[in-house]
């Protein structure tokens, strides 16, 4: 999908006319108030955030998730949960379902779940209980609470696979009541016939289940498990949703009009990178969200690979009038983050020229506007004009000492891709993260980009979204760029 480009930015030899801007003490970016105290992306101190369940109950959404201690210990993954009414405030609640008592516990590792209130007002937990040594590998498991804090598990209730399916694979439930059918329904996670499927099981009491066969099989073409899935009903939709466990690692979505199907592929039926995965949908009754996570990096180095677990990341989703949906920022921390800091350019290439709050790029090779750290988190804003085909122009974090970003999000006019590359050498190779994005029907950009320990996210005219792990765009300065475009950057501004 993406062709290796012949532009390599050595900043000894595309760097021109950069001068500083003003005496060398002066502020680039500056708050009147200590700002910065948003918590967009949320992990906690005990453990990074792994697959997340978000159950909306009584004006809370409650996003149970799998707590990756990363302690060495044989047992791994409880079950703990953050509780938010309005995804920019959090109470953490710590671990509230434990891993088996002994290496020899089927549920020696918890695996994703979900959780649901049953109609006397009891919840109920459905997880995966994993141990590597044991056969069946895999196992579905029940606990009940009155307060979701205090859990008590049901062993009785525990199912495996049958002969159809895999039980190496047979995980993530997703449990739901269906009132037309006086049924609950729980989807399933497995393989069958070298291919993953999503199965179907149907109970009345949420204790003895009754397999239904294959609901949804692979759609992709690579025989793929297609994990942590959510079916929902939003707005007269029926929306599907999965990630694929290779070889993308990004999460997709499907539409029906039907609870049953047939479930059809919209036309952009991925929204954001491989750095958000896991996503679960929930709806609050009035907005849908997508909730997941960002991974760490190996040895939590910037130019490294993406590891299991990280930050908890939420996008709410947009219906369109065909049904479609798109991501877009949450309006409510939108609104919570208004505070606009002073932002003044603090290194400039001299081809650039400054007019309040926009800046008009040149188009000679490697070009850059520059401005000092934030502290805490930050939303960056700006509208993006001037642009033709072929362009390539971004954001970068972590200037080296030739003032060229080490951390890049690249729009790419040429391959029709929004790209993240961890490297100042962009271009020689390939992205590390990219989302597609059809340029020609887009006369200007519009973003929202979000960053809060370690990670950043940037939205693009309210329709795809590329998320990733830069540890350090935190404490570093940031720039606007272009390669060979005359670009505009307008009504530029950051906010905490």
Same mark, same amino acid.
């Given at each position: 999908?993406?062709?290796?480009?012949?532009?390599?930015?050595?900043?000894?030899?595309? &760097?021109?006319?950069?001068?500083?801007?003003?005496?060398?003490?002066?502020?680039? @970016?500056?708050?009147?108030?200590?700002? =910065?105290?948003?918590?967009?992306?949320?992990?906690?101190? $005990?453990?990074?955030?792994?697959?997340?369940?978000?159950?909306?109950?009584?004006?809370?959404?409650?996003?149970?998730?799998?707590?990756?201690?990363?302690? =060495?210990?044989?047992? %791994?993954?409880? $079950?703990?949960?953050?509780?938010?009414?309005?995804?920019?405030?959090? !109470?953490?609640?710590?671990?509230?379902?434990?891993?088996?008592?002994?290496?020899? +516990?089927?549920?020696?590792? &918890?695996?994703? #779940?979900?959780?649901?209130?049953?109609?006397?007002?009891? %919840?109920?937990?459905?997880?995966? #209980?994993?141990?590597?040594?044991?056969?069946?590998?895999?196992?579905?498991?029940?606990? *009940?609470? *009155?307060?979701?804090?205090?859990?008590?598990?049901?062993?009785?209730?525990?199912?495996? +696979?049958?002969?159809?399916? @895999?039980?190496?694979?047979?995980?993530?439930?997703?449990? $739901?009541?269906?009132?037309?059918?006086?049924?609950?329904?729980? &989807?399933?996670? *497995?393989?069958?016939? !070298?291919?993953?499927?999503?199965?179907?099981?149907?109970?009345?009491?949420? @204790?003895?289940?009754?397999?239904?066969?294959?609901?949804?099989?692979?759609?992709?073409? %690579?025989?793929?498990?297609?994990?942590?899935? *959510?079916? &929902?009903? %939003?707005?007269?939709?029926?929306?599907?949703?999965?990630?694929?466990?290779?070889?993308?690692?990004?999460?997709?979505?499907?539409?029906?009009?039907?609870?049953?199907?047939?479930?059809?592929?919209?036309?952009?039926?991925?929204?954001?990178?491989?750095?958000?995965?896991? #996503?679960?949908? !929930?709806?609050?009754?009035?907005?849908?969200?997508?909730?997941?996570?960002n991974g760490t990096k190996i040895d939590h180095d910037d130019e490294n690979e993406y590891d299991w677990a990280g930050n908890m990341v939420v996008h709410q989703m947009r219906q369109r009038e065909d049904g479609t949906l798109v991501p877009v920022p949450n309006e409510k921390l939108v609104a919570n983050m208004k505070h606009k800091l002073n932002l003044k350019p603090v290194v400039m290439t001299d081809s650039v020229k400054s007019s309040g709050s926009g800046y008009q790029f040149g188009g000679e090779e490697y070009e850059l506007v520059q401005f000092e750290a934030f502290e805490g988190s930050g939303r960056i804003e700006a509208e993006i004009t001037g642009y033709k085909e072929g362009d390539k122009f971004g954001i970068a974090f972590a200037p080296d000492i030739d003032n060229v970003g080490t951390l890049n999000l690249l729009f790419n006019l040429e391959e029709n891709t929004i790209e993240f590359y961890n490297t100042d050498r962009l271009m020689d190779g390939y992205p590390q993260s990219a989302v597609n994005f059809d340029f020609k029907n887009a006369d200007s950009l519009k973003i929202n980009v979000f960053t809060d320990g370690g990670v950043v996210c940037m939205y693009v005219n309210d329709e795809v979204v590329l998320t990733a792990r830069m540890y350090r765009s935190s404490g570093t300065n940031w720039q606007l760029f272009s390669v060979n475009s005359a670009v505009k950057f307008e009504n530029v501004g950051i906010y905490d």
């Open positions: 999908m993406h062709k290796k480009g012949s532009i390599i930015l050595a900043a000894s030899v595309l &760097l021109l006319g950069i001068c500083g801007v003003g005496c060398s003490n002066q502020s680039g @970016s500056s708050s009147e108030s200590e700002g =910065g105290t948003a918590v967009i992306f949320p992990r906690a101190d $005990f453990a990074l955030v792994g697959d997340t369940m978000p159950f909306f109950d009584e004006g809370k959404m409650n996003i149970f998730y799998l707590a990756d201690q990363r302690d =060495g210990r044989t047992g %791994y993954h409880p $079950f703990a949960l953050y509780t938010t009414e309005d995804y920019t405030t959090y !109470e953490d609640m710590g671990i509230v379902i434990p891993y088996g008592e002994n290496g020899q +516990a089927q549920d020696n590792a &918890l695996g994703t #779940g979900c959780v649901i209130k049953d109609q006397n007002g009891l %919840y109920h937990a459905f997880f995966t #209980g994993h141990n590597d040594y044991r056969q069946p590998m895999e196992a579905i498991m029940h606990a *009940t609470s *009155t307060d979701m804090l205090n859990w008590k598990k049901i062993p009785e209730d525990t199912f495996i +696979a049958n002969e159809n399916y @895999s039980t190496s694979d047979f995980r993530d439930p997703y449990v $739901f009541f269906v009132p037309e059918e006086n049924q609950y329904w729980m &989807l399933v996670v *497995t393989r069958t016939k !070298e291919t993953g499927v999503i199965v179907k099981y149907v109970s009345k009491d949420l @204790s003895k289940w009754e397999d239904k066969g294959i609901f949804f099989s692979d759609d992709l073409g %690579y025989g793929t498990n297609m994990e942590c899935p *959510t079916l &929902l009903q %939003y707005k007269g939709k029926w929306y599907l949703s999965f990630s694929d466990q290779w070889p993308d690692r990004v999460v997709h979505y499907r539409i029906s009009e039907s609870i049953n199907g047939p479930f059809r592929i919209p036309e952009n039926e991925t929204f954001d990178s491989n750095g958000f995965y896991a #996503g679960r949908m !929930e709806t609050d009754g009035e907005n849908l969200y997508m909730v997941g996570w």
